[in-house]
């Protein structure tokens, strides 16, 4: 994996200050189901790669911290090496539990929104989802060639079939 360098302290929100990188920015609802999954508002978050940098960044820190210690103690024990490792990994935790919380709602505006926009139950839509080893994009035209529109108007109607002849 590669790692990105660590971002420069720049304008941070301080409800989220634990997140170095900018967010994915999502379309919005009336852009169509279709065109926000080739945006990718319903695929993995970053979160949980940006976590694994924060471990990489921790131990990059804490090897200089090794490297430049002057004491005659175990470099392992001092209270700055703690203090060290604390930061990184609360911002660790925090990156860990809002990648899952993302994911979670990810998952279930999927179910809702595929429910929505198609002729099936959200429990078909899970049960699809669990054997579908594909993208989610691939995941949209199998429900749409397997499951009619529960409200096509013409734009729907004229997105799919663009969609389906390669226009």
């Known amino acids: 994996m590669k790692i990105p360098p660590k971002p420069k302290r720049g304008k941070r929100s301080p409800f989220y200050w634990w997140r170095r990188w900018k967010s994915h920015k999502y379309l919005p609802v009336r852009a169509g189901l279709l065109a926000r999954i080739q945006n990718g508002d319903f695929e993995y978050p970053e979160l949980f790669d940006w976590a694994k940098y924060e471990l990489h960044y921790m131990q990059d820190e804490l090897d200089k911290f090794v490297n430049e ?99």
């Open 69 to 167: 210690y002057q004491g005659n103690e175990d470099p392992s024990t001092d209270y700055l090496y703690c203090d060290i490792q604390k930061r990184y990994m609360k911002r660790h935790n925090k990156l860990i539990e809002d990648a899952h919380e993302v994911e979670l709602r990810h998952l279930t505006s999927l179910v809702d929104e595929l429910a929505k926009e198609f002729l099936i139950t959200k429990e078909e839509v899970r049960d699809i989802m669990e054997g579908f080893g594909d993208t989610t994009e691939k995941l949209y035209i199998h429900v749409m060639e397997n499951y009619g529109l529960r409200k096509p108007n013409k734009k729907k109607v004229i997105e799919l079939m663009k969609y389906k002849h390669g226009l």
